[in-house]
């Protein structure tokens, strides 16, 4: 299920969009929920990041969508973003919020097919790219790229990101199989690692973004081969001459 937010205090060109939202589900069997929000202080105020597509008018009381669009990054850096405009030259300035494209009113529906579809494919991309996590305030959609390592505590998974540890519930069984698709492999039971944030490895011990982590010695060889596959990059990837200097040196 996509979720779709339509952010427009006119309550003419609200019910024209969520017409079309319903129209454009109707036609290719896609399944879209629309909320509508009258104005963006409304719909940050209990932003969770429950949304996939943001529609955003930019002329609105209380708080102007470019404001509310600043806002939103700030909590929401993946979220699909569509402003919304009567005047094109607004809209140019989405380049400063990250928006995938703008619709001018009065809204055509051929046009915001093809928009809706455009966003629709990002959507997809995004999804493949990025991980939700629920935490006890909030959902955060974070990019697999952006977590350093997981580890588990109890009941909980705590997701180490490049600018702060998010808490939810769930194991490692949870996750496992998704995140070792996407570049992670395990160091123990306990601990997941994003290959790409390997910095070095010694004594059965590896640094990972900066912080050192035990190695099971029951992952060792699982871990290493995962390592050893990554291919050769200039920056921010493990050197296949420093594993296989490990293990000349049989990394104990």
Do not use: W
């Not at 509310?68 to 402003?83: P, Q, S």
């Not at 001018?104 to 529906?109: F, L, S, T």
């Not at 990002?122 to 909030?138: H, K, S, W």
């Amino acid at each position: 299920m996509i979720r779709i937010a339509v952010v427009e205090d006119e309550d003419t060109y609200a019910e024209v969009l969520l017409d079309y939202i319903r129209r454009f589900a109707d036609e290719t069997k896609e399944p879209l929920a629309a909320e509508r929000f009258c104005d963006g202080m409304r719909f940050l105020e209990d932003y969770r990041g429950a949304f996939d597509i943001v529609l955003l008018d930019i002329a609105m009381p209380h708080m102007n969508g470019l404001e509310a669009a600043r806002r939103l990054r700030a909590v929401d850096a993946a979220v699909c973003l569509i402003f919304i405009t009567t005047l094109a030259k607004y809209a140019i300035r989405g380049y400063e919020v990250n928006a995938l494209d703008f619709v001018v009113k009065p809204v055509e529906y051929d046009l915001f097919r093809i928009k809706l579809q455009k966003a629709l494919a990002f959507c997809r991309r995004n999804r493949e790219e990025t991980y939700d996590i629920l935490t006890a305030t909030e959902m955060r959609r974070v990019r697999f790229a952006d977590i350093r390592f997981v580890e588990s505590e109890k009941h909980y998974l705590l997701f180490h990101t490049k600018k702060e540890v998010l808490r939810a519930r769930g194991s490692m069984r949870d996750i496992a199989e998704l995140f070792g698709k996407n570049g992670f492999a395990p160091i123990r039971n306990s601990i997941l690692v994003n290959l790409a944030y390997v910095e070095g490895f010694r004594a059965g011990e590896v640094t990972v973004g900066g912080e050192v982590l035990p190695v099971a010695h029951s992952c060792k060889a699982e871990f290493l081969q995962a390592l050893a596959a990554i291919p050769l990059t200039a920056t921010g990837k493990p050197d296949k001459q420093a594993v296989r200097a490990f293990f000349a040196g049989d990394g104990r």
